[in-house]
């Protein structure tokens, strides 16, 4: 049987490695930010697509998602291709919607930031 001060001693254990969880994902971020500053710099530099990008909030997802959403569904085909070659990303499988729309996917992983960076257009 436990005592309390066992169960508080576990209490406080869990309670330190969420934290430190929490923390781990925080830090992330930070590191995201650091890289969405720099690709936001190549988008007006370089003259790519302008996307939409989004940090993950949990640490099953990449760091970075950027999703190229705007006008038609070749011009969101050419933005994500430029994006492609200008970062170096590898393509994933495609995925194919019920309604025969295609979800073009690609991710590159940042090893100076140590994070992962998703690509995707719906075309």
């Known amino acids: 049987m436990e005592t309390i001060g066992e169960n508080g001693e576990r209490f406080v254990q869990e309670r330190e490695q969420t934290r430190s969880a929490e923390l781990d994902q925080l830090h992330v971020q930070q590191r995201a930010m650091e890289a969405l500053r720099d690709l936001l710099s ?3 530099n370089e003259g790519l697509a302008v996307l939409t990008w989004t940090i993950a909030s949990s640490p099953s997802t990449s760091a970075l998602v950027a999703v190229c959403d705007t006008g038609d569904a070749g011009e969101r085909r050419r933005g994500f291709e430029e ?3 200008a970062l170096g990303a590898t393509r994933l499988a495609d995925e ?4 025969g729309s295609t979800r073009l996917r690609a991710r590159v992983v940042d090893t ?4 992962s960076i998703d690509l995707v257009a719906d075309v």
């Open 112 to 115: 100076y930031l140590d994070l």
């Open 42 to 44: 190549r988008t007006e």
């Open 96 to 99: 194919v919607s019920g309604q």
């Open 83 to 85: 994006w492609c070659d």
